[in-house]
């Protein structure tokens, strides 16, 4: 009798496991990582991209004293290594949901972070102009006993939100060496 009523709960535990698992599958699986308080900027540059592959590109890299210009035809994948300074500066994870304040106005977005919050992303300003995005600038900080590095982003867009350029600046001094300066400025033809 034992044997067989032991059986019986098995089986009636193995069925609502498995149909617990049934329900688990069915539903999308959710990134926890990921939230949606702050402008979207990977998913926004992601759209952008694909609109843009292989359109020229005009860039001057100076670094220091020195300077170079290129100039090319980036596909999707290039186009995320050249605005990868922008993909990183993407907030919105767990970690960060309530570090930033957001300020809204007329044509403008500011997600700045909070004193006494950690994170190397200190300000992002969305510019609109009738609702859509004209430019989005990054400011970035890292600041330590060894190492100081500054560097600012900005990517402009015109009208119908194609990308039309993008600049950074960076500054860095690591203890011992001289500082560094880059900027580097790209025209989209």
């Known amino acids: 009798m034992i044997t067989g009523y032991r059986n019986s709960l098995l ?7 498995l149909i617990s698992c049934k329900e688990e599958e069915s539903r999308p699986f959710a990134n926890p990582t990921q939230i949606d308080t702050y402008f979207p900027v990977s998913d926004f540059l992601e759209e952008k991209i694909k609109k843009s592959e292989g359109v020229a590109v005009s860039k001057v890299i100076q670094f220091n004293e020195e300077s170079e210009e ?3 035809q980036p596909d999707q994948e ?7 300074f922008f993909f990183q500066a993407d907030i919105n994870k767990a970690a960060f949901a309530t570090a930033y304040s957001t300020k809204e106005e007329e044509g403008l977005l500011v997600h700045r972070l909070k004193p006494g919050e950690k994170g190397t992303i200190k300000e992002i300003r969305v510019q609109k102009r009738r609702d859509r995005v004209v430019s989005i600038r990054v400011e970035t900080l890292n600041d330590n006993l060894f ?6 982003g ?4 015109d009208a119908e939100e194609n990308l039309t350029g993008y600049q950074l600046l960076g500054n ?7 500082p560094t300066r880059l900027r ?4 989209i033809e």
């Open 11 to 17: 089986l009636m535990l193995a069925g609502i496991l």
């Open 70 to 72: 290129v100039r090319f």
């Open 78 to 84: 290039a186009w995320r290594k050249e605005l990868d």
């Open 147 to 152: 190492y100081h590095s500054e560097v600012s």
């Open 154 to 157: 900005e990517i402009r867009l």
């Open 172 to 178: 860095q001094k690591v203890w011992f060496i001289s």
């Open 184 to 187: 580097v400025t790209a025209e």
